[in-house]
DNA sequence: CTAAACTTTCAAAAAGTCTTGAAAGTTTAA
DNA sequence: TTAAACTTTCAAGACTTTTTGAAAGTTTAG
């Protein structure tokens, strides 16, 4: 396989991925483009190697940049907008968890905090077997928050090689 | 918030947080459904319970046992079929890891080792760059890989309580 | 200024995913 | 057997998400 098959290949592996994990297509396309790619492209540059449209780099590279995992890049002497993603995978991990705990683990969290403030006899069994089961979302999802807010804190060591040993 | 009005919010915003994580918005309705049901429910009272068709509960019925996450249940001397799912959210989470595991993380490792073994002068600085990136990749996957293998196989305890004390 | 170079927006179209419901299939009681 | 009760299938339609591309907006060099 060439080097340049290899990245494609790579791209719509990551791609097909992103997509089952509620991430566009395109969104994980361009992250998996920029970050094989050593230097920073242009939106023309993604345009051409992914085949879309202008509008769709522009909201697409927008929203990586929202998460996070891309940044724009001036190169002296040029008027185009270049962009740039993080290269360090234990970096992009620990930020794509800091979102998706931001975005997804909080929002949750209330709505659980609510229902289980459902009225009623604490004694009913429909409405204790509720609240319990509830509550033991609601243990679980905070040990997620903690352990993703001990993730992000942590060092690449920690997952690389050391958890492993705790384990054993 | 009554307890009806209670589930019932739980339920939507179970829905949501699926469809974010690429799984069908009804089929995690569903889930709720049943995960709060101290029940089995027949497919008539889901499909009342939600509002949708009969072939819309069977397809997703039928997919949420495929995950391992519902059963089915004969009551006797009842020809209707009654649906179950596991109420022990630990297990529920190992579940949901092991098929992830098996349906996402095992096929885009295959990819990664395809594409690592590209072709060229290994000292080509562009072949250095992306099979080093592949590679980091790689390490990330297969110590995700173990992890979740270990997650499997812990006890709740390892999660609940025994984790956290070891990053203090 | 002005015009060229570049970026952003967003309504409409395309593509993708989910749902319906009726027909076909299966099981069971009698 | 038969027919009623129940489950499964799947083509067509509904809905959702993504993409396009042209127009509007912005920036900069001269």
Same mark, same amino acid.
């Given at each position: 396989?060439?080097?340049?098959?290899?990245?494609?290949?790579?791209? #719509?592996?990551? *791609?097909?991925?992103?997509?089952?994990?509620?991430?566009?297509?395109?969104?994980? #396309?361009?992250? !998996?483009?920029?970050?094989?790619?050593?230097?920073? @492209?242009?939106?023309?540059?993604? @345009?051409?190697?992914?085949? $879309?449209?202008? &509008?769709?780099? =522009?909201? =697409?590279?927008?929203?990586?940049?929202?998460? &996070?995992?891309?940044?724009?890049?001036?190169?002296?002497?040029?008027?185009?907008?270049?962009?740039? !993603?993080?290269?360090?995978?234990?970096?992009?991990?620990?930020?794509? !968890?800091?979102?998706?705990?931001?975005?997804?683990?909080?929002? $949750? @969290?209330?709505?659980?905090? #609510?229902?289980?403030?459902?009225?009623?006899?604490?004694?009913?069994?429909?409405?204790? !077997?509720?609240?319990?089961?509830?509550?033991? $979302?609601?243990?679980?999802?905070? =040990?997620?928050?903690?352990?993703?807010?001990?993730?992000?804190?942590?060092?690449? =060591?920690?997952?690389? *090689?050391? $958890?492993?040993?705790?384990?054993?």
């Amino acid at each position: 396989m060439k080097l340049a098959e290899a990245k494609s290949e790579f791209i #719509q592996a990551w *791609g097909t991925l992103g997509s089952k994990w509620g991430i566009n297509r395109t969104m994980a #396309q361009l992250h !998996a483009l920029l970050f094989v790619s050593p230097e920073p @492209m242009s939106t023309e540059d993604m @345009m051409e190697a992914l085949n $879309i449209s202008r &509008g769709n780099v =522009n909201m =697409n590279i927008r929203e990586l940049m929202d998460w &996070g995992l891309v940044e724009k890049k001036h190169k002296p002497g040029d008027r185009k907008e270049y962009f740039w !993603a993080e290269k360090d995978i234990w970096k992009v991990t620990k930020q794509v !968890a800091k979102e998706r705990k931001k975005r997804e683990l909080e929002p $949750i @969290m209330k709505v659980l905090e #609510q229902v289980s403030e459902v009225e009623g006899d604490k004694k009913d069994k429909n409405i204790k !077997a509720f609240v319990e089961s509830i509550n033991a $979302i609601r243990r679980m999802a905070s =040990n997620a928050d903690k352990t993703l807010d001990t993730m992000v804190k942590a060092e690449e =060591n920690w997952f690389f *090689g050391g $958890i492993l040993k705790l384990f054993k």
